[in-house]
């Protein structure tokens, strides 16, 4: 939706979010008041609780607008791959560039887990999961004789742990870590996902007597 077809209302809604992001991610969910998402919106306060009744409510509209899936969930759709692994490097290798541009995502992610205690993101989930599962299940049709039998909701919660375990190493420890702890990391994240840890067992030749 453009600005142009957003109503008056929705477009001062739409300005108090993005001022409360910017607002959150400098200062923290605590050390942002209402009158300041108001002021740095440009409009009065009274104009702001017309929208929203708490700060808690004005966090969660900005925590489901900022998050990600928006733009994560069209670029693995339009990876391209002759066969699965092909697809989920390409896929993986989207999301965390897609990431990269998005280092406010922490913030927000952490001020939902200690001060809101994922409250929120029940919610979130039920708004991703239609879109999630289809893109899913159109994987696990395309791929089906590459695919082990796994449930594809299981299929889809390996795939976000993947992710998240990848984006959270990245951000906070591979700064400061050794080179050695960067090095091929998103090669080597995607290949054990595919493969797993261990070497292939080596067949027993007395068996073969």
Same mark, same amino acid.
């Not at 008041?33 to 929208?51: E, F, V």
């Not at 004789?145 to 390996?158: S, Y």
């Given at each position: 939706?453009?600005?142009?077809?957003?109503? #008056?209302?929705? /477009?001062?809604?739409? =300005?108090?979010?993005?001022?409360?992001?910017?607002?959150?991610?400098?200062?923290?969910?605590?050390?942002?008041?209402?009158?300041?998402?108001?002021?740095?919106?440009?409009?009065?306060?009274?104009?702001?609780?017309?929208?929203? =009744?708490?700060?808690?409510?004005?966090?969660?509209?900005?925590?489901?607008?900022?998050?990600?899936? /928006?733009?994560?969930?069209?670029?693995?759709?339009?990876?391209?791959?002759?066969?699965?692994?092909?697809?989920? #490097?390409?896929?993986?290798?989207?999301?965390?560039?897609?990431?990269?541009?998005?280092?406010? &995502?922490?913030?927000?992610?952490?001020?939902?887990?200690?001060?809101?205690?994922?409250?929120?993101?029940?919610?979130?989930?039920?708004?991703?999961?239609?879109?999630?599962?289809?893109?899913?299940?159109?994987?696990?049709?395309?791929?089906?004789?590459?695919? /082990?039998?796994?449930?594809?909701?299981?299929?889809? /919660?390996? &795939?976000?742990?993947?992710?998240?375990?990848?984006?959270?190493?990245?951000?906070?420890?591979a700064a400061q870590a050794p080179e050695e702890?960067?090095?091929?990391?998103?090669?080597?994240?995607?290949?054990?996902?595919?493969?797993?840890?261990?070497?292939k067992p080596v067949p027993d030749r007395t068996?073969?007597?």
């Amino acid at each position: 939706m453009t600005d142009e077809t957003l109503s #008056r209302g929705e /477009r001062t809604r739409s =300005e108090i979010i993005q001022a409360a992001h910017d607002l959150f991610i400098q200062q923290g969910y605590h050390g942002t008041s209402m009158r300041q998402i108001a002021a740095q919106a440009g409009i009065a306060l009274g104009g702001l609780y017309n929208h929203f =009744e708490s700060k808690e409510q004005v966090f969660k509209a900005v925590f489901i607008e900022y998050h990600p899936y /928006r733009e994560v969930l069209p670029l693995i759709a339009d990876a391209q791959g002759n066969n699965i692994e092909q697809f989920l #490097r390409a896929s993986i290798h989207r999301m965390i560039v897609a990431m990269q541009q998005r280092p406010d &995502f922490m913030n927000l992610m952490f001020i939902e887990i200690v001060e809101f205690k994922s409250i929120h993101i029940q919610e979130l989930f039920n708004l991703i999961m239609p879109q999630a599962m289809q893109l899913i299940n159109t994987v696990v049709r395309t791929h089906q004789a590459q695919l /082990r039998p796994i449930p594809p909701f299981m299929l889809m /919660r390996i &795939f976000i742990g993947l992710f998240f375990a990848y984006y959270l190493t990245e951000t906070i420890i591979a700064a400061q870590a050794p080179e050695e702890f960067r090095m091929g990391a998103e090669e080597y994240f995607v290949d054990l996902v595919l493969h797993g840890i261990l070497a292939k067992p080596v067949p027993d030749r007395t068996e073969a007597l």
